[in-house]
């Protein structure tokens, strides 16, 4: 693929470097400023021999290497325009310049006539080459283990060490009383698994799964919160070189049998409540969607033990384990287990031995090992199918960039079933020995500040919301001052994903939380999640106006709206894409829709992920998120006193000559400064003069009273108002501050340019959202143009 970067250049020992055969493709690929990329470098001494350098180039690092034979011109001259991190020993041997040898080369045969006379490497500069294109460092390395035999590593290293603290939803969580002690309540709730215990019950819940008829290859689903019970699953399915397909457990009936069927479920693993974020022991009970999914569960039938279970909704199915946590939850009304003998207690897989599990057959890195449904934030969700090597460097490579160590205790609130929970979390944490604590089933902003007081915890991660929801119970001194003195003290390193995080909430963090290692994370389920990403050693501006930079291992580039095979100058805004052994191996059972976005260049063979999010990127490689492509709204002036507006909902830009773009996300940070706003979301919204105009939908912050806006939303309830009264309500007192629809006009009036005023102005009290704390824009289009179309608006 043609770079507009320059050339490479390629460095050889005269006479020695083959002369007449490597001279001219030297010189071919500089004047067409072009690389080779080899999945398997191969060099062929005879019809006999085949000297393989095997995975050194599957990823982009920016090196380039020349490799040339000895003086017997019949060999092949290879050339190795490596964009990868070389492979360990061939790093060993590229350190051995000029100096020929077969020692470091364990797999080259002592008789073979093969001499490496020179390896000279040089590192393309694509930090100043003026193009949106970036490749991240060659450390540190790949792992090139499968995930559970790292895992047995780490056990062998730190088995005395926590790998898990899980805190059970507790009533008190609601309304703690004061004379309380906050330890002693929460030691009682948490369930601590060192990784050696971690290990041990790994494998026997793996024996027994294989009881069940699992198999290698197989997919399991996981529908539970953020409980120990799910670590030991995900680990027990991983030893059975079985399909991990952790799902939502706020499915609906509907919801879960679509996702069942689409993957083929034979077994399905979930709780028999579901814990709801915000309502601790108030989850929703499970018996009717399970009784969606088998007729008959409840009746005379299904208290026979051993009967199949027979789905006419999804067929496959043949075991649904359950895991009674119905005591928590007193209100749900759930039945005895022992009322519903066709499903299998968890307690059953707790019988079988903790000996060591082996899969069916070996397990291979490349093989799929996780299912991950992406969002659904603009879309359906889709099936990610990630390996080995996706999920296990991905986090491997982020807790190295954040400083993890083994003495870590990181507080993770987002969900498991989420590449957050999974990836950043649990396998950023299982790759370095530290420990992952869950305060909560489901996001509950008291038991994690509770859980962060207790264990005076070391990192914390967080969506921007969540953040926000801990820190509005912190400015209550009623609440704050149950928290230990001191319960932050060792609160430094966090991650911040899924959304952006305003500079006026990120000063927060640091200033009442003292999370001054706090890094951003970007990515996309697709790229296993994160592709680029800031360090803590990245200035305050850095960690606020962009997403870091390129990941190890990984490239990124920026292409133009309207040709992505053309990649754009730095400062330009275009589609993200990103490349390495990061992206997915593709959507399950979806040919179509993975040929949209994950695409082969044909030129060097290299697979992009298209993420369909507007960046830029500035002349230090860092990159900056300026928006969803899908959210865009777009301005075209046709005459002076005239303009069009439209949203553009493809994968790609409308062509629009002479037009001007919208971003939400700078309207949004602008609307974030403005006093009196705790959240803001901003949509384009149809409009009869216009096509398209800018609305804002506001979360005030508690005690402030809104005036005038066009229109309240209130427990999902979308109620229209005129613009010239107070919005109805509970949104504040009658005395105190006030937020208006003028304020926020006049605000972003004064701080940005006039087109970006919003026309529209709704107060909500809570965003619609999935369940990893991402608002799903589509859903607040859809109730814009609901509020906007009424009589009233």
Known sequence: MQQACGPALFLARGEEAGGDTLMPLLKHYAKASQWVVLSECMVTHDSNYDIRLRQIAYINSGWSIVVTQDKDYTLQTVLYGLRCIMYRRFLSLIRTVHKPTFALCPHLRPT?????????????????????YSEGPIDPPLLQHTIPEHFASIVS??????????????MMDASPPPTTSISKRAKAETTTLTYASLDALSNTVAHSLRSLGVKKGDRVAVSLGNISESVVLTYAIFKLGAIWVPLNPSFNSAQLGTALSHLGIEVLIMGAVTDLAYKPCRGRSNLELLSSLIPGLTGEKSKGKGDKIESSVVPTLKTVVLLDNSASHPQSGFPPLRDLGILTPYTTLLESSPRSVMPDSPLSANETINIQFTSGTTSLPKAAMLSHTSVLNNGHLIASR???????????PPPLFHCFGCVLGLMATATTGAAILFPSPAFDPTATLHMVSEHRATGLYGVATMFVAELELLSNPAFASQLQPDAFKNLRKGIAAGSSVPESLMRRLFNVMGLQDLVICYGMTETSPVSCMTSPHDSFEQRTRSVGRVMPHTAAKIVSPTDRNKIIPRGERGELAASGYLVMKGYYGDPERTAEDRIVDPEDGRIWMYTGDEACMDKDGYVEITGRIKDLISLLRIHSWITLAMVITDSAFAVIRGGENIHPLEVENCLFQLRGVQEVSVVGVPDERYGEAVAAFIVPHKGVRTIGGDGVVEAGKAIPIASDKEASGSQGKEEGETLGKQDVQDWVKTNLSSHLIPKYVFWIDEYPKTASGKIQKFKLRAIAKELVSSPSA
């Not at 000279?120 to 193009?131: E, L």
């Open 112 to 132: 073979t006539k093969h001499r490496i006379w020179d390896a000279t490497i040089q590192r393309r500069d694509v930090t100043t080459s003026g193009m949106s």
């Open 157 to 170: 290293q730190y088995g005395d060490l926590p790998a898990v603290m899980a805190r059970n939803p507790v």
């Open 402 to 412: 954040m400083g993890l160590e083994p003495s870590d205790l990181i507080v993770c």
